[in-house]
């Protein structure tokens, strides 16, 4: 079991920006597709974007069409943090965001692991 923690919420005015990050301590997150998730109370749970495994896939990046070009994917350069940045927030923005790990390697589904999740308040 891969013990995710976010971190990196908080609270913002709309047209800010956060950079949420996902770690797994002594683990090499290169291994898993890791994907971010956003959940609103009474509302289904939202995939937002992925990032492919780098030691079994292309490590390519895909984004929900709701967080395309505002939202960007990334990982480290030693593979054990992925980063959720986040530019010109919106109100309806406002979530507990969490990643998951596939442990496929591929962002289609598989997501065993998931962190605690992080707050993200946009609000003026």
């Known amino acids: 079991q891969v013990p995710l923690v976010e971190s990196g919420g908080g609270s913002v005015q709309p047209g800010g920006s956060l950079r949420l990050s996902c770690t797994a301590s002594?683990?090499?997150?290169?291994?898993?597709?890791i994907g971010w998730f956003r959940q609103v109370p009474g509302k289904e749970r939202e995939g937002l974007a992925c990032?492919?495994?780098?030691?079994?896939?292309?490590?390519?990046?895909h984004y929900a069409d709701s967080v395309k070009g505002r939202f960007t994917i990334s990982r480290d350069y030693d593979k054990s943090t992925v980063y959720l940045q986040m530019d010109n927030l919106k109100p309806e923005d406002t979530a507990v965001y969490h990643c998951a790990a596939d442990k496929y390697g591929t962002c289609n589904g598989g997501y065993d692991d998931w962190g605690q999740g992080t707050r993200v308040t946009v609000s003026s």
């Open positions: 002594g683990w090499n997150l290169g291994y898993y597709a």
């Open positions: 990032i492919r495994a780098t030691e079994r896939n292309d490590g390519s990046a």
